[in-house]
T-cell receptor, first 112, second 111 residues
Framework: DGGITQSPKYLFRKEGQNVTLSCEQN?????MYWYRQDPGQGLRLIYY???????QKGDIAEGYSVSREKKESFPLTVTSAQKNPTAFYLC???????????FGQGTRLTVV | DQQVKQNSPSLSVQEGRISILNCDYT??????FLWYKKYPAEGPTFLIS?????DKNEDGRFTVFLNKSAKHLSLHIVPSQPGDSAVYFC??????????FGKGTSLLVTP
């Protein structure tokens, strides 16, 4: 079965710690994205990557970092510089051109 | 600045009636528009899309209308069913780049 897998589903982090969220896809999609969802805010773009070894900042990239060493994988690191990291994080992928994005099931990050 | 706007945070409709969800956008370069459905603590699932060269696209009970001059699109669900209750997000993109999302409209379909 093709799809996008995000792990873990729930993640707790102490203040001041970095944490990495995993996103893997076996859809052979070129582009991958990270979004953040907060109550009443919709989905806001953090980072995206159109091709391996290349990525661009989205609207709210501060305090986050990504890598794209393999086509299938696009991990997101939430650093201690992110002021309000508690949120629901969604990873997505698309083929090139105008096609729909497929989403993972999300990771709920809570800072304790 | 939000480029895709869904000005109604919630909508309640009776089962069997039509649900109309609205979306406005500001970027005239957007050429592809999508609607997603989302349940709490899950990823959004794709519903229907429309290219800027069309003004209507239908898929079963779901129809999306695009008015480029007004920079407005809408999703019609007919007939509405209780299982349609969810948050609906409008999204738009330029030439297949990253999707810009609205804040969502929570639809409640009552029996």
């Amino acid at each position: 079965d093709g799809g996008i897998t995000q792990s873990p589903k729930y993640l707790f982090r102490k203040e001041g710690q970095n944490v990495t969220l995993s996103c893997e896809q076996n859809l052979n999609h070129d582009a991958m994205y990270w979004y953040r969802q907060d109550p009443g805010q919709g989905l806001r773009l953090i980072y995206y990557s159109q091709i391996v070894n290349d990525f661009q900042k989205g609207d709210i990239a501060e305090g986050y970092s990504v890598s794209r060493e393999k086509k299938e994988s696009f991990p997101l690191t939430v650093t201690s510089a992110q002021k309000n990291p508690t949120a629901f994080y969604l990873c997505a992928s698309t083929n090139s051109g105008n096609t729909e994005a497929f989403f993972g099931q999300g990771t709920r990050l809570t800072v304790v | 600045d939000q480029q895709v706007k869904q000005n109604s945070p919630s909508l309640s409709v009776q089962e069997g009636r039509i649900s109309i969800l609205n979306c406005d956008y500001t970027n005239s370069m957007f050429d592809y528009f999508l609607w997603y459905k989302k349940y709490p603590a899950e990823g959004p699932t794709f519903l229907i899309s429309i290219s800027s060269i069309k003004d209507k696209n239908e898929d079963g009970r779901f129809t999306v209308f695009l008015n480029k001059s007004a920079k407005h699109l809408s999703l019609h669900i007919v007939p509405s069913q209780p299982g349609d209750s969810a948050v609906y997000f409008c999204a738009a993109s330029v030439a297949g780049y990253a999707l810009n999302f609205g804040k969502g409209t929570s639809l409640l379909v009552t029996p």
